[in-house]
Nanobody, 121 residues
């Protein structure tokens, strides 16, 4: 019923920049929040940044001042601009959205397929 299509990611040198985008499509009634999580090898998935439909933003402490999350509510799209990237930012990045689909009374979490971000010289 809902698909999250991610784009962006790749290989970048330390100090470089990358941008990610994620578009939600399908039988969407409302989206209350969208964001990005990441999972490095051997580690748990962690929140990177999130933004609500009202514009409230949250960042992990490790990315504050370097990453910027934004959204286009009309396009059901969330973006993540990543600057000053560090090797420890290397992970698979997953898009997340909290969506209420049409004809449903409840919200559910939806996930993208994940995109690899590698920061290495």
């Amino acid at each position: 019923q809902v698909q999250l299509a991610e784009s962006g990611g790749g290989l970048v040198q330390p100090g470089g920049s990358l941008s990610l985008s994620c578009a939600a499509s399908g039988s969407i009634f409302t989206i209350s929040a969208m964001g990005w999580y990441r999972q490095a090898p051997g580690k748990q998935r962690e929140l990177v940044a999130s933004i609500t439909s009202g514009g409230a933003i949250m960042y992990a402490d490790s990315v504050k001042g370097r990453f910027t999350v934004s959204s286009d509510n009309a396009k059901n799209t969330v973006y993540l601009q990543m600057n000053s990237l560090k090797p420890e930012d290397t992970a698979v990045y997953y898009c997340n959205a909290v969506i209420r689909v049409k004809m449903s009374r409840y919200e559910h979490d939806y996930w993208g397929q994940g995109t690899q971000v590698t920061v290495s010289s």
